[in-house]
T-cell receptor
Framework: GENVEQHPSTLSVQEGDSAVIKCTYSDSASNYFPWYKQELGKGPQLIIDIRSNVGEKKDQRIAVTLNKTAKHFSLHITETQPEDSAVYFCASNSGNTPLVFGKGTRLSVIA | DAGVTQSPTHLIKTRGQQVTLRCSPKSGHDTVSWYQQALGQGPQFIFQYYEEEERQRGNFPDRFSGHQFPNYSSELNVNALLLGDSALYLC?????????????FGPGTRLTVL
């Protein structure tokens, strides 16, 4: 089955700097790659996603890139703010299969 | 719109007991999925319910069972609780079967097994 590895497990950045979180996946049939943000006491919230027919997608300060050949995708957050502090999860699936999540990255933005 | 709601928020049980967790989906959604999130881990898929039947199941033992009601709400039941069942249990709803790219998560129920 699919296996998703996520790095780093923790990340601290200064406010205003950029943050990058990387994930690799194992199933070459995977074609959907979402990123979720989970704040304390809340469920995961979808922040951006990308499909396998696209190499990059951007939404304001957040962007996701996908390299299908290398089977990895990354989340980029620019101009980080304290409210970006949370745990971020990558996930992947193919067709109608359940999402497989990474183990998460705890991002701390230091003011 | 209330979004996905779950009850209770927290629950403490002892080994061997049974527990029932509840979920109400987002308005307009008819499909409910359940996930287990252990501390420091990502959510793991337990199963998905649609039209009151279990449609897909992850790698979880039969101790984990569920139910979906005609109003689309759902229950997760866990029998013979083990210490390792301690986790955050998340419910997610979506507008149709297997629409994993359109699901909304609830805040979860924190289960502690002593």
């Amino acid at each position: 089955g699919e296996n998703v590895e996520q790095h780093p497990s923790t990340l601290s950045v200064q406010e205003g700097d950029s943050a990058v979180i990387k994930c690799t996946y194992s199933d070459s049939a995977s074609n959907y790659f979402p990123w979720y943000k989970q704040e304390l006491g809340k469920g995961p919230q979808l922040i951006i996603d990308i499909r396998s027919n696209v190499g990059e997608k951007k939404d304001q300060r957040i962007a996701v890139t996908l390299n299908k050949t290398a089977k990895h995708f990354s989340l980029h957050i620019t101009e980080t703010q304290p409210e970006d502090s949370a745990v971020y999860f990558c996930a992947s699936n193919s067709g109608n299969t359940p999402l497989v999540f990474g183990k998460g990255t705890r991002l701390s933005v230091i003011a | 719109d209330a979004g996905v709601t779950q009850s209770p928020t927290h629950l403490i049980k002892t080994r061997g007991q049974q527990v029932t967790l509840r979920c109400s989906p987002k308005s307009g959604h008819d499909t409910v999925s359940w996930y287990q999130q252990a501390l420091g881990q990502g959510p793991q898929f337990i199963f998905q319910y649609y039209e009151e039947e279990e449609r897909q199941r992850g790698n979880f033992p039969d101790r984990f069972s569920g139910h979906q009601f005609p109003n689309y709400s759902s229950e997760l039941n866990v029998n013979a609780l083990l210490l390792g069942d301690s986790a955050l249990y998340l419910c997610a709803s979506s507008p149709r079967l297997a629409a994993y790219n359109e699901q909304f998560f609830g805040p979860g129920t924190r289960l502690t097994v002593l």
